[in-house]
């Protein structure tokens, strides 16, 4: 069917590599309401340089480039949500302006972006300005914290067998 966008907030327009954007950095919309998720292309043949996080030791030149870049491993994403990673709960200016006082929770994107994990989820609106607005990537989020709960359960597991063993030891001893 046709394409119908009705927001003061925003417009479809056309990008650089043939899709269409929807609003911009600065001309968010309120809110996306859907009736299914969203699925996001995660096909192998749409990417390129990919590695894998359990691979602690990889580091190559790929096309040219270092994956200086690609380092973190899943116990940098466990140290992050640890250590790094400060939940708040928010209201956002725009939501009171138009009379909503719903609470939002989340993370402020200045508190982590100057982390090792963090730099990777945290974008600036325009990568020429600092002081432009931030927003983060949603699925390097969430995938983020599913390598720090795969490390947390892999910690686990060797803390148990390391107890079953001593256990069983001192059992053996009796």
């Known amino acids: 069917g046709p394409l119908f966008i009705c927001s003061s907030a925003g417009d479809v327009y056309p990008q650089s590599n043939g899709g269409l ?6 001309l968010r919309f309120y809110g996306i309401n859907l009736v299914n998720s969203p699925n996001v292309s ?5 990417k390129t340089d990919i590695h894998y ?4 030791d990889e580091s190559e030149i790929i096309n040219g480039r270092s994956t200086i870049n690609m380092n973190i491993t899943t116990r940098d994403m466990r ?17 009171i302006d138009r009379e909503n006082t719903s609470v939002d929770y989340g993370f402020i994107a200045q508190d982590i972006l100057y982390t090792k ?6 974008q600036l609106e325009d990568k020429n300005d600092l002081d432009s607005n ?7 989020y969430v ?9 947390e359960i892999k910690i686990r ?4 067998a390391n107890l079953e063993d001593t256990y069983s030891g001192a059992k053996e001893l009796q």
């Open 117 to 122: 994990v963090g730099s990777e989820i945290v």
């Open 79 to 95: 140290d992050f949500i640890k250590d790094d990673l400060q939940l708040a709960s928010y209201r956002y200016n725009n939501n």
């Open 157 to 160: 597991d060797e803390q148990i």
């Open 42 to 46: 995660s096909d192998r043949r749409m």
């Open 21 to 26: 954007g929807l609003g911009t950095g600065s």
């Open 134 to 140: 931030l927003s983060y990537n949603q699925n390097n």
């Open 143 to 151: 995938s983020t914290i599913a390598g720090a709960l795969q490390e």
């Open 53 to 56: 996080l359990n691979n602690q």
